[in-house]
């Protein structure tokens, strides 16, 4: 695939594209800078519907290695939330390990090994093997010997001889340029009883809460309940059970396939189609783009603006304003040591990213995570602000 091809087709079945929103040509949404004078270069951010595999997919498909350099600043174990999170996911698959002498799991894209971490505590039969091009250097493998970490891109080469009971996608199944290759490389792999568990934002919930700040490069797709159901049965993997999530990661879901389709399959009702509401939850979220607009228009020069925290779902929502607004802010604070001292690039500017408590008390504080927004909200506190927004 070259650098940034655009697509006319689906990439699963090949029908016409069609155009939902086309937000122009902008950086990487998880590169952060060095400086405030380093350029970076910017693709086209083009969202897309296929109505016969019923998928919101990118047009624009960038390369992996592009998308996913040593220093990806995002890491799963930041949030107190998200590591709760894993907590409770980690028990229920404890759970299904207990009665097993061996049970060997493969996590694609196991980011900083905070899941793992979890499934490991005091069960000592279970051999976890992690596969992330970003996975850390600094991992202890004398702290954690049942965790095997592998820093590449999956392939299923990397396991010629090994059969595992459970492969798991928690918030990478998006990133995937190639789901079809990888699901299939996935199947081979399985034991005759294995499963796979998908966990990923679901975009009933992106439409319904217009949440589309969450369109960015290394999402390549945004699969609904319906079309990933419809995806995974047509590579011989059938949908058991699914767990909703509203408040993590702006609406997710966890999905539960397993490999033999040709007995026991569960009926679900049919999904919901999201196409008929994708207009109307776009211009909300432009509305809501203008009311960040109007806001930041209406505070005083004088004033001092910050924006509360630097994922990659505030990229979108500031690098839409205009650069005299972009101007008016002041720095993005953020609890990520490896993005303090890092820039984001919004227009002719790089905003610089700094600890929390770098914040001035009196100031106006923007809240750019709105899937946290009570929890910022809290913490915010501390520092007096005279006003606190959330677009």
């Given amino acids: 695939m070259q650098k940034g091809l655009r ?56 390369k992996s290695e592009i998308l996913f350099k040593n220093d990806y600043p995002y890491k799963s174990g930041v949030s107190q939330s998200f590591k709760e999170h894993c907590k409770t996911f980690a028990e229920n698959l404890i759970e299904k390990t207990k009665d097993k002498e061996s049970y060997i799991i493969l996590e694609i894209g196991g980011n900083d090994g ?29 702290e954690h010997p049942f965790i095997i970490g592998i820093k590449k891109l999956f392939d299923k080469s990397l396991f010629p001889h090994l059969r595992f009971d459970l492969i798991i996608f928690q918030n990478s199944f998006a990133h995937l340029p190639n789901p079809e290759r990888v699901i299939n490389d996935c199947y081979s792999l399985l034991k005759k009883e294995g499963e796979i568990i998908i966990e990923l934002p679901i975009a009933e919930y992106t439409v319904k809460n217009s949440f589309w700040e969450t369109v960015y490069f290394e999402h390549q797709y945004y699969w609904s309940v319906g079309s990933l159901k419809k995806f995974m049965l047509g590579n011989n993997m059938k949908l058991n059970r699914i767990n909703h999530f509203e408040e993590i990661q702006g609406g997710s879901a966890r999905f539960y396939f397993s490999k033999n389709i040709s007995t026991g399959i569960r009926h679900f009702t049919n999904p919901e189609k999201i196409y008929p509401k994708l207009q109307k939850s776009i211009l909300e979220f432009e509305k809501r783009r203008e009311n960040l607009k109007e806001f930041i228009k209406n505070i005083p020069d004088d004033y001092f603006i910050v924006g509360i925290t630097a994922p990659a779902k505030a990229a979108l929502l500031l690098r839409l304003l205009d650069k005299e607004e972009i101007e008016k802010i002041a720095f993005l604070a953020d609890d990520t040591k490896e993005k303090q001292g890092k820039f984001l690039a919004c227009h002719n500017r790089n905003i610089s990213i700094r600890p929390f408590d770098r914040i001035p008390k009196n100031s106006v504080l923007i809240i750019l995570s709105r899937n946290y927004e009570k929890v910022l909200s809290e913490k915010v506190k501390a520092f007096e602000p005279r006003v606190i927004f959330c677009p």
């Fill in 114 to 142: 905070t899941l793992a971490k979890e499934v490991l505590k005091n069960n000592s039969h279970v051999y976890y093997y992690i596969v992330d091009p970003c996975f850390p250097d600094y991992w202890n493998i004398d």
């Fill in 7 to 62: 697509m006319k087709k689906c990439s699963i079945c090949k029908t016409e594209l069609e155009t939902i929103k086309d937000f122009g040509k902008l950086p990487l949404s998880n590169e952060l800078l060095d400086s405030h004078e380093t350029q970076t270069k910017k693709y086209r951010l083009e969202l897309a519907y296929c109505k016969e595999c019923e998928l919101l997919q990118l047009a624009t498909k960038l």
